[in-house]
């Protein structure tokens, strides 16, 4: 067994504690990787919070990991030691669903065996990147092109392909009009990701205070959803709105912004159910949908995409030691704009 050193949740609620467990040896098809760093998605925190259900415990979070190749197994045919690499928010899936056979292995019908607090085939409880190293099939391991540094590529491992994945679908472009609610994580990823892609950025937030980064970063206009102005200005004006807010919204509210056939995807997940009146989807013929991160075949995309166009996210780097002060900043919507635990600090 590989000794693993690691943080994590003990209790319902609990903080991040130093925790030693074992990963397997590497089977066949297995790569071993030597984390280097690892983003905090608010997942994490609702993960340890219990917001969509009581996990398994001891729970190691993290799911944007990003490292180095350190091992690998006999019939491993695409990697080699000392590439690197990336592994986001799930580590294998049934491979025969029909959602699988299309690249689309987060949408697996039996379920994706996601990298923390999930049971993979064998039994083993998955246990995430907030952790030295970690095991995992070659099948579902993303390549980091050299012109990305690790601590900019993990982010882009949830965040990142969690905006570009209904960018795409959705055919955010030019002559596109499209909203991000919620500048934090995901939102900011969103802005630099829509701009690039050639479409209108507005940046919908709580406040004014993130204005000048929003605009630094692409955004065409930003907004106050606090001022009721905004919604009267911006009625019917997007043909797409990406809500990625953790907390629950005014959903029939952020509708009325969406012009004639627009889609709000929600890719926030608040504890609450969605409450939403049937007419605020009846007029405009508007659609609600939702999206879930992306495949692998996907997240290489994205990544290649990143890096080909120098798109990174803007982080924070802190020791492990720091990580339970970071989770309470992000609750208040403080962070710029996302934590990356260097994974060095494990020692
Ligand atoms: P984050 O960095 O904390 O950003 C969330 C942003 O939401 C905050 O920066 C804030 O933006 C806004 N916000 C927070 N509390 C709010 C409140 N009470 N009212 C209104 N706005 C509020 O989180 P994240 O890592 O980007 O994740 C965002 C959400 O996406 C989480 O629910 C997470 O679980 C989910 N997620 C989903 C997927 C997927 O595949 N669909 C993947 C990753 C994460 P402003 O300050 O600008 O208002
Ligand atoms: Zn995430
Ligand atoms: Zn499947």
Redesign the pocket.
């Known amino acids: 067994m590989l000794k693993t050193k690691a943080y994590a949740v003990f209790q319902p609620k609990g903080m991040l504690f130093p925790y030693t467990f074992n990963r397997r040896e590497p089977r066949d098809k297995d790569v071993v990787i030597h984390i280097h760093y690892c983003g905090i998605?608010?997942?994490d925190i609702?993960t340890v919070q219990g917001d969509w259900g009581e996990p398994q415990y001891p729970l190691v979070p993290g799911h944007e990991i990003a490292g180095v190749v350190a091992q690998v197994g006999n019939k491993v045919t695409h990697f080699k030691v000392g590439e690197k690499v990336g592994v986001g928010c799930f580590v294998d899936s049934c491979r025969n669903c029909a959602p699988c056979q299309k690249g689309l292995e987060q949408y697996c019908a039996a379920g994706a065996v996601f990298t923390y607090n999930c049971t993979e085939k064998d039994g083993a409880l998955t246990q995430g990147g907030y952790s030295d190293k970690i095991v995992i099939n070659e099948d579902y391991v993303i390549r980091i092109p050299d012109s990305l540094p690790l601590d900019k590529a993990a982010p882009l491992l949830?965040?990142g392909i969690?905006l570009y994945s209904p960018l795409k679908h959705w055919k955010a472009g030019p002559g596109k009009k499209v909203a991000v609610l919620?500048?934090?994580?995901?939102?900011h990823m969103g802005v630099k990701l829509a701009r690039s892609l050639g479409a209108e950025v507005t940046v919908l937030?709580?406040s004014l205070k993130?204005e000048a980064d929003a605009l630094r970063m692409g955004a065409n206009y930003f907004y106050s959803t606090a001022d009721p102005k905004t919604f009267e200005k911006l009625f019917c004006s997007f043909d797409l709105i990406l809500n990625?807010?953790?907390?629950n919204?005014d959903w029939n509210k952020i509708l009325s912004l969406l012009a004639l056939d627009g889609t709000l995807v929600t890719?926030?997940?608040?504890k609450e159910m969605v409450p939403v009146h049937a007419f605020a989807l009846l007029m405009g013929r508007r659609s609600l949908a939702g999206?879930?991160?992306g495949g692998i075949q996907e997240t290489q995309e994205m990544m290649n995409y990143c890096a080909e166009k120098s798109i990174t996210p803007e982080i924070e780097t802190i020791p492990m030691q720091q990580v339970n002060t970071a989770y309470e900043r992000?609750l208040k919507?403080d962070?710029r704009?996302r934590f990356v635990i260097d994974n060095a600090s494990l020692q």
Do not use: M, N, R
Request: hydrophobic content about 40%; glycine content about 16%; aromatic content about 6%.
């Open positions: 998605c608010h997942s609702h949830c965040a969690t919620g500048f934090g994580g995901l939102g937030s709580q993130k990625t807010v953790s907390a919204i890719l926030g997940v608040p999206s879930l991160i992000i919507s962070v704009y």
